[in-house]
């Protein structure tokens, strides 16, 4: 039986409990510090506070301390591990290597860790060679990058025997993780540090080494968001047990909606194929909205390279999120603040309130909230840029967000209860077992006297036990006894609770540390455990800045292995022509114009235009990718004085 987990992101311990309670199995969230996003991070009370709660269900919380750590920050870096641990998280997500096992014991340090550490996707995980390398490390799960076809990941699966995590929901960077750096480039703000500036979002031209403009003013850069909800059993079968949502940054209405909608397609896919699958923690969640992840944040959907397919993958004219299509502008007041919309589809309604955005001629992404909707009439503040057949998207809808605030779902835990005879007077003997297998005996109505009518009373017991008390669901299995005690509906509801609250003094079977359920040895290909460290590269190797090694640990471990010369990590990347991404996004074919592909295609001498800033573009047709490298300063004198720009 393969476990099927749904892992949900957390900016804060708030977010992470809505998430649990719309159904996730597992929570990524951030400590005080070193999570990949400067501003998730939270108090380590917070964090035991979500694992105190998590653990009632058997789901499991992941810190992430997924940045690269320098050396005078090894201290706190390794200290931060010991508190998550401590706190109750039940693996720690790492990209660092000098914070694994070896490399700790090769340095001598006495830090008591025994938590599970996953592999973060920063690590780059895209070959089977880098995932048998990096689980002789000691990972118990690898975060696999984005960009892997199934072929790929089936690979891997036949190549380690460690857990396989893969995104499936949310924003897609465009560089292999952990390889991008330029952002580092421009600011000095390192995505590797959690400091990201999100340069791939921004607009740039496309220019050729003529001094052309081929594409002016566009997000050249950005992709749409990943949804991958149909594809869930395909991953599954391909062996991913563990299905990722993106979002660390996103709040509280996002992660409801989106983990709702993905919990139910898991509950689906077991309810399909009982005997092959099950969710990897415990209680049903039923109520509550229905979600609707196309009213939350997007920018268009895309399933990537899924299928090993090149596709068209941008996010078009806006890298935000633009929400659903509204409709059209057909009638305009003069000062523009009355409006009214032909819907983009029958049934569309609109709300005081609503957010609705659009796009302007020159790329630029212009937002507004209305006061007053009369059916297709909308009146708001004055928008200068609005005008007669601009396509419309609204970004809020009022509604909607109400429901997710107030109509939340419930999760509980099934509890069956058996009751007999407790001896020979009247009182009850009550077995109680949680569908996680956590057994409580007790005994109902000692000292009570016989009901003078036992049908009556049978009809009492039945019903006020089988209610819900906390996060448990009560269900009586069955009542055996000649003679009940007479107990008043008050008694009964107060054993019910008291049952709750001793279920609750009894750990779940899966909470605390190493409560991964051992569910995939099915899944582990014979001999594919690794025995010592492979040689993952060669020996005496020069290891370059992509590797991010950034402190003494990391250094000591490369040396350890055979490698030769070190890069410092961001050593060289910041020199002219280094390479600053390398995407499986291409430029080229996005605008229908590759070599390879299409008739008419562009050549290779290509440069992405920012603000003066010239940045090559490289294409490697035969692996079908496109880098980005660092600027020439000579490069871009060269252009301001072509021609083509005077």
């Known amino acids: 039986m393969k476990e099927l987990e749904l892992l949900a992101p957390a900016r804060t311990a708030d977010?992470?409990?809505?998430?649990?309670?719309?159904?996730?199995?597992?929570?990524?969230?951030?400590?005080?510090?070193?999570?990949?996003?400067?501003?998730?991070?939270?108090?380590?009370?917070?964090?035991?506070?979500?694992?105190?709660?998590?653990?009632?269900?058997?789901?499991?919380?992941?810190?992430?301390?997924?940045?690269?750590?320098?050396?005078?920050e090894l201290p706190r870096a390794l200290r931060m591990m010991k508190e998550m641990q401590d706190a109750g998280a039940d693996a720690i997500i790492i990209q660092d290597l000098g914070l694994t096992g070896p490399a700790r014991r090769l340095a001598g340090c006495a830090d008591n860790l025994e938590i599970p550490l996953?592999?973060?996707?920063?690590?780059?995980?895209?070959?089977?060679?880098?995932?048998?390398?990096?689980?002789?490390?000691?990972?118990?799960?690898?975060?696999?990058?984005?960009?892997?076809?199934?072929?790929?990941?089936?690979?891997?699966?036949?190549?380690?025997?460690?857990?396989?995590e893969f995104f499936v929901h949310g924003a897609l960077c465009v560089c292999y993780s952990g390889q991008c750096y330029i952002s580092e480039n421009i600011a000095r703000r390192s995505a590797n540090r959690g400091a990201c500036i999100q340069a791939c979002r921004s607009l740039y031209n496309l220019t050729d080494s003529e001094g052309n403009i081929l594409v002016s003013n566009q997000p050249l850069l950005s992709l749409k968001d990943f949804n991958l909800k149909s594809r869930l059993k395909d991953l599954a079968d391909a062996g991913i047990s563990s299905f990722k949502i993106e979002g660390r940054l996103k709040n509280i209405s996002y992660v409801r909606n989106i983990v709702r909608e993905y919990s139910m397609a898991l509950d689906s896919?077991?309810?399909?194929?009982p005997d092959r699958y099950r969710r990897a923690s415990y209680g049903e969640v039923s109520g509550g909205f229905s979600p609707e992840p196309d009213k939350t944040f997007?920018?268009?959907?895309?399933?990537?390279?899924?299928?090993?397919?090149?596709?068209?993958?941008?996010?078009?004219?806006?890298?935000?999120?633009?929400?659903?299509?509204a409709g059209i502008v057909e009638k305009i007041s003069p000062d523009k603040s009355v409006f009214t919309l032909r819907p983009a589809r029958p049934g569309l309604r609109f709300g005081n309130?609503?957010?609705?955005?659009?796009?302007?001629?020159?790329?630029?992404?212009?937002?507004?909230?209305?006061?007053?909707?009369?059916?297709?009439?909308?009146?708001?503040?004055?928008?200068?840029?609005?005008?007669?057949?601009?396509?419309?998207y609204r970004n809020i809808d009022q509604a909607f967000e109400r429901k997710l605030e107030t109509e939340l779902p419930r999760r509980q835990i099934g509890v069956e209860l058996s009751i007999s005879s407790a001896g020979d007077g009247p009182?009850?003997?009550?077995?109680?077992?949680?569908?996680?297998?956590?057994?409580?005996?007790?005994?109902?109505?000692?000292?009570?006297?016989?009901?003078?009518?036992?049908?009556?009373?049978?009809?009492?017991?039945?019903?006020?036990?089988?209610?819900s008390a906390e996060h448990y669901a009560f269900s009586v299995r069955s009542i055996e006894s000649d003679s009940l005690p007479f107990l008043p509906v008050s008694a009964v509801n107060a054993f019910r609770r008291r049952i709750a609250r001793e279920l609750d003094n009894i750990p779940c079977v899966k909470s605390g540390l190493h409560g991964n359920g051992a569910s995939h040895a099915e899944d582990i290909p014979k001999g594919a455990a690794c025995h010592g460290i492979p040689s993952f590269f060669p020996k005496g190797q020069r290891i370059s800045y992509r590797a991010n090694v950034a402190n003494t640990l990391s250094r000591n471990l490369f040396s350890s292995l055979g490698a030769g010369d070190i890069e410092q990590a961001y050593e060289l990347q910041r020199k002219p022509g280094a390479e600053l991404m390398r995407t499986k996004y291409c430029i080229r074919y996005q605008y229908?114009?590759?070599?390879?592909?299409?008739?008419?295609?562009?050549?290779?001498?290509?440069?992405?235009?920012?603000?003066?800033?010239?940045?090559?573009?490289?294409?490697?047709c035969k692996a079908c990718e496109m880098s980005v490298l660092a600027p020439d300063s000579s490069i871009s004198k060269v252009m301001e004085t072509s021609p083509k720009r005077s």
Request: charge should be negative; hydrophobic fraction near 40%; proline fraction near 4%.
């Open 15 to 72: 977010i992470g409990i809505a998430a649990i309670d719309c159904g996730a199995d597992a929570v990524y969230i951030a400590g005080p510090e070193f999570g990949a996003r400067q501003a998730a991070g939270n108090p380590v009370d917070d964090i035991r506070r979500l694992c105190d709660y998590a653990h009632r269900f058997g789901v499991r919380i992941f810190a992430a301390l997924n940045t690269i750590v320098y050396d005078d």
């Open 269 to 273: 896919i077991v309810e399909k194929y």
């Open 118 to 164: 996953h592999a973060s996707t920063q690590c780059a995980i895209r070959t089977p060679e880098k995932a048998r390398f990096l689980e002789s490390l000691g990972f118990e799960r690898l975060i696999l990058e984005r960009g892997l076809s199934l072929d790929r990941i089936r690979e891997i699966r036949a190549a380690v025997g460690c857990e396989l």
């Open 592 to 620: 229908r114009h590759c070599p390879k592909y299409h008739k008419d295609s562009w050549p290779s001498g290509l440069f992405l235009e920012n603000n003066g800033r010239l940045f090559p573009l490289e294409f490697d």
């Open 298 to 325: 997007n920018r268009g959907y895309t399933e990537f390279f899924l299928d090993g397919r090149r596709g068209r993958w941008a996010s078009g004219g806006a890298a935000k999120s633009m929400g659903e299509e």
């Open 427 to 467: 009182a009850l003997a009550v077995s109680a077992l949680s569908e996680d297998g956590r057994n409580w005996s007790g005994i109902l109505g000692e000292g009570a006297e016989p009901a003078l009518n036992q049908e009556k009373m049978h009809a009492v017991l039945a019903a006020q036990l089988s209610k």
């Open 353 to 392: 309130g609503d957010g609705f955005c659009f796009v302007t001629d020159r790329q630029k992404v212009v937002g507004f909230r209305a006061d007053v909707c009369e059916g297709m009439t909308v009146r708001c503040k004055p928008v200068p840029e609005l005008a007669e057949g601009v396509s419309l």
